[in-house]
């Protein structure tokens, strides 16, 4: 029985080979743009319309993060801050329609997987699972500008004229 564990585990290795730092980042990722790995911190997330209106959609001092991997694996997690009172029932198998309609209008998450488009500079949210269902398997596109420890991405609507700002600075 050990001569077979050690076998397959020898099986294994030869298949696969050793897991190296090397392995495990995605060159394509890091090329892509080196400076945007790691974790930032959420610190505006404010929309314009076009008469110059702004919206603070998840208030004016917004709680989250971006997480971007050297494997071109991304998290996103915003909520809205202050935040929402806790549930009535202090249950959220209890909680009534009315608490999850402002719970879902309260918090944006989603996972997935990223690249970068240096050129255009645009970054591709691809979108493998959110708490927004029309989210999911859908490729979000990000206009960004990275200056040193601040990344701001920014987006025009054609649709309206609106700007969807966000600004994340570096978690050091």
Same mark, same amino acid.
């Given at each position: 029985?050990?001569?077979?564990? +050690?076998?397959?585990?020898?099986?294994?290795? +030869?298949? &696969? @080979? =050793?897991?190296?730092?090397? #392995?495990?980042?995605? =060159?394509?990722?890091?090329?892509?743009? =080196?400076?945007?790995?790691?974790?930032?911190?959420?610190?505006?997330?404010?929309? $314009?319309?076009?008469?110059?209106?702004?919206?603070?959609?998840?208030?004016? *001092?917004?709680?989250?993060?971006?997480?971007?991997?050297?494997?071109? !694996? +991304?998290?996103?997690?915003?909520?809205? %801050?202050?935040?929402?009172?806790? +549930?009535?029932?202090?249950?959220?198998?209890?909680? &009534?329609?009315? /608490?999850?309609?402002?719970?879902?209008?309260?918090?944006?998450?989603?996972? @997935?997987?990223?690249?970068?488009? #240096?050129?255009? !500079?645009?970054? !591709? !949210?691809?979108?493998?699972?959110?708490? %927004?269902? &029309?989210?999911?398997?859908?490729?979000?596109?990000?206009?960004? $500008?990275?200056?040193?420890?601040?990344?701001?991405? /920014?987006? %025009?609507?054609?649709?309206?004229? &609106?700007?969807?700002?966000?600004?994340? *600075?570096?978690? #050091?």
């Amino acid at each position: 029985m050990r001569a077979l564990i +050690l076998a397959t585990a020898m099986l294994s290795f +030869l298949v &696969s @080979g =050793p897991v190296t730092a090397a #392995r495990r980042t995605n =060159p394509a990722v890091a090329a892509g743009e =080196p400076g945007l790995i790691g974790t930032w911190r959420l610190v505006r997330f404010e929309s $314009r319309s076009k008469d110059g209106k702004v919206d603070y959609e998840f208030g004016e *001092h917004p709680l989250g993060y971006f997480v971007y991997d050297n494997t071109g !694996h +991304l998290s996103v997690q915003i909520m809205r %801050n202050p935040p929402l009172p806790p +549930l009535a029932s202090g249950d959220s198998d209890k909680s &009534s329609d009315a /608490e999850k309609v402002q719970a879902f209008g309260a918090y944006v998450g989603y996972f @997935g997987t990223y690249r970068v488009d #240096r050129t255009k !500079h645009v970054l !591709h !949210h691809q979108v493998e699972g959110s708490i %927004n269902p &029309s989210y999911t398997n859908t490729d979000q596109l990000r206009p960004y $500008r990275l200056k040193g420890d601040t990344l701001i991405i /920014e987006v %025009n609507d054609p649709t309206d004229g &609106s700007i969807y700002n966000r600004e994340l *600075h570096r978690v #050091r």
